[in-house]
């Protein structure tokens, strides 16, 4: 019988150790850091509200269904596109619904 270093149950000595250290240092990474705690520096400015010609007819579309008490309010944007391409799928018509 030969007699190296790496026998069996050498083999089975390490992994076993190799085991309980990956054990230890996965229970300490993930208890040494509170999330609550953590300081995180964003590189990017905030959002900003961006001011179109469309704000203010915005606002007065709001003010006008707080007046008139509308309960649903149906708008309807011209044109029509579709940017994505997923008309494809259905001959590249748009279906038409009614709700009432």
């Not at 008490?69 to 708008?75: A, C, Q, R, S, T």
Request: charge should be neutral.
């Amino acid at each position: 019988m030969k007699h190296t270093f790496w026998n069996k149950q050498t083999c089975r000595k390490m992994r076993i150790v190799l085991i309980i250290m990956s054990f230890s240092l996965l229970l300490v990474s993930c208890a040494s850091m509170d999330p609550a705690n953590v300081d995180v520096e964003l590189k990017t400015a905030p959002p900003v509200a961006q001011v179109t010609s469309f704000t203010q007819a915005l606002a007065d579309l709001g003010l006008m269904t707080e007046i008139y008490n509308v309960d649903e309010v149906k708008i309807q944007s011209n044109p029509i596109g579709d940017n994505t391409g997923t008309s494809g799928s259905t001959g590249g018509k748009y279906q038409e619904t009614s709700q009432k």
